[in-house]
């Protein structure tokens, strides 16, 4: 029985990880709902805000033009593959906009993710709990 047990719990921790973790927004929450696309729109804007002008104008021509090539057949974004180089200095970009985090907490949500999403090895889970942690009451 035991064994059974144990086997079921990989079972359900195989599934888990092999479907991939749900985004961590998923587990901002105020009153039993989750924050909704809006909320979290409003602060990112407020966030890209914080940009300097000329990092923020060139982070809004490289999201156009992200959007505009759209996806290859094979599932990979074509300004991924073949403007490699635009595509780091947007990811770039995008690492320089703070943190939404604090703002979604000013708004009420409290981060409640459950344990396991925490500990599943298949992103940086475990680095957004530990700065998030904060949120939590």
């Not at 979290?40 to 090539?69: I, P, T």
Request: glycine share 6%.
């Amino acid at each position: 029985m035991k064994l059974l047990l144990v086997l079921l719990v990989f079972l359900l921790n195989g599934c888990y990880l092999a479907n991939g973790s749900p985004n961590s927004t998923e587990f901002w929450v105020k009153d039993g709902k989750r924050i909704s696309y809006e909320e979290r729109q409003f602060c990112f804007e407020k966030n890209k805000s914080k940009l300097k002008k000329k990092d923020k104008e060139r982070f809004e021509y490289l999201k156009n033009r992200y959007k505009r090539l759209g996806y290859s057949n094979d599932g990979f974004s074509i300004m991924r593959t073949e403007y490699p180089n635009e595509y780091q200095e947007y990811l770039y970009l995008s690492g320089l906009i703070p943190s939404n985090a604090h703002c979604y907490y000013e708004l009420g949500y409290k981060f409640r993710p459950p344990i396991y999403w925490c500990l599943a090895q298949d992103g940086d889970n475990t680095r957004i709990c530990t700065e998030n942690m904060k949120y939590r009451n």
